[in-house]
C-alpha cells in the first residue's frame, strides 16, 4: 500500500470523538426546535389561485359577485347602449347614429345661469 | 413504537418522526449522524473548536428543515455533507490553513509510546497537507478518501459531474503526496512506500 493511502485508510478508520458537552448542546437545539414552535410541523400548502383571490378582494365572494355583474353591465350597455343613451362605440366605428343637438343652449336650466346686474 | 426499533430506521424516516415531535428520533440521528459532520467539519478545517461550532449548526439546520424534507427524494447525508461544506467554505474564506512546516515536530518519544506518537503525527501531517489543498480538492479528497463516499454520491455533494468528482481527487492526491513527500521516514513510512 502506497504510503498516502495508507495514512488516508488511517484517518477513514479513525474513531472520531466528540468534544465534551457537543451532544447534549445539539439534542438541546433539537428539542427548542420542537417546543420553540410547538410541534414542527410542515408549512402549509402553498393556496391556489382561488384562495389567493379571496385574500385580496374586498367584500369577499360576494364582493366579487356584485363586480363581476357590475362588469357585465357596463360592458353589454357599450355593445348595445339604449336609444336615450350616446354611442360612443358606434360614433367611433361609424355604425351608429351621432346625435347632435342642433338647439339653444340653456344654461340657465341647469342653474348655470350667470347673475348679471 | 419501540425505542429499540429506531436504529433500524432510515435517516429519512427518523427525520419524519422529529418532525412529529418524537424526541428520540432525534437522539437516534444525533448518534448517527453527529459524528460524520463533526469528523468531516474538522477534515475541512482543520480546526476542532470551529469544526464544533460548524457541526452543531449544521445539525440546527437539520432539526429545522426536517418539517419540509420530501422522503425520497435525496440523502439526508448529502444534504448534510453540503451543508457542513457550504459553512466550512465561509469560515476558510475568513482565513487560510496552518502551513506544513509550522506543525509542531513531535517530541522525543518516551519507550512504548513511540508508535501512538507516531500515529498522531502522521494525522497532523495529513491534516496539514489537506488544509494547503484548494478547497474543492479537499472536499472531495475528504469525501471520497476518508467518509468513504463513492462518486456519484460526491458528484451530488459537490453538485459537479463525476469526471470533474475523479479530476479533483485525482489532483488533490497528487498534491497530498508531493506535500508529503519529504516526510515518510519521519512518519514511518520507508522510501519504498511511494505515493
Not at chain 1, 64 to 93: E, K, M, R
Not at chain 2, 8 to 15: R, T, V
Not at chain 2, 86 to 105: H, Q, V, Y
Not at chain 2, 127 to 151: C, K, M, T
Request: glycine share 10%; aromatic share 6%.
Amino acid at each position: 500500500m502506497k504510503a498516502l493511502d495508507a495514512l488516508l485508510h488511517e484517518a477513514a478508520v479513525e474513531d472520531v470523538r466528540l468534544p465534551d458537552g457537543l451532544t447534549a448542546r445539539v439534542l438541546a437545539d433539537a428539542r427548542d426546535v420542537q417546543t420553540g414552535r410547538g410541534k414542527v410541523v410542515a408549512k402549509p400548502q402553498r393556496e391556489g389561485f382561488f384562495a389567493r383571490l379571496q385574500a385580496i378582494m374586498p367584500g369577499g365572494w360576494p364582493g366579487a359577485g356584485a363586480l363581476v355583474a357590475a362588469t357585465c353591465a357596463g360592458f353589454w350597455i357599450g355593445i348595445s347602449p339604449p336609444a336615450a343613451l350616446p354611442d360612443p362605440g358606434g360614433a367611433l366605428f361609424e355604425t351608429g347614429t351621432v346625435t347632435t343637438w342642433d338647439g339653444p343652449v340653456d344654461l340657465a336650466g341647469f342653474g348655470w345661469a350667470v347673475e348679471e346686474e | 413504537m419501540p425505542r429499540d426499533d429506531f436504529a433500524s430506521l432510515s435517516d429519512d424516516a427518523l427525520l419524519l418522526i422529529f418532525a412529529q415531535g418524537d424526541d428520540q428520533a432525534s437522539r437516534t440521528l444525533t448518534a448517527r449522524l453527529l459524528p460524520r459532520v463533526y469528523g468531516h467539519a474538522k477534515r475541512l478545517l482543520g480546526d476542532a473548536a470551529e469544526a464544533e461550532d460548524v457541526a452543531q449548526e449544521a445539525m440546527l439546520r437539520l432539526w429545522r428543515m426536517a418539517p419540509d424534507w420530501r422522503q425520497g427524494e435525496a440523502k439526508v447525508t448529502t444534504w448534510l455533507y453540503r451543508v457542513t461544506a457550504n459553512l466550512c467554505t465561509d469560515r476558510l474564506r475568513r482565513r487560510r490553513g496552518t502551513a506544513l512546516d509550522e506543525i509542531a515536530e513531535p517530541a522525543d518519544p518516551a519507550p512504548g509510546v513511540l508508535a501512538q506518537m507516531q500515529t498522531r503525527a502522521r494525522g497532523e501531517a495529513l491534516q496539514a497537507a489537506l488544509d494547503l489543498l484548494p478547497d474543492r480538492q479537499r472536499q472531495a479528497v475528504v469525501l471520497r478518501h476518508i467518509e468513504g463516499l463513492s462518486n456519484p454520491e460526491i458528484s451530488a455533494v459537490m453538485d459537479i459531474s463525476a469526471r470533474a468528482v475523479e479530476s479533483l481527487t485525482a489532483r488533490g492526491k497528487g498534491t497530498l503526496t508531493a506535500l508529503l513527500a519529504g516526510r515518510r521516514p519521519e512518519l514511518g513510512y520507508s522510501d519504498d512506500d511511494t505515493g
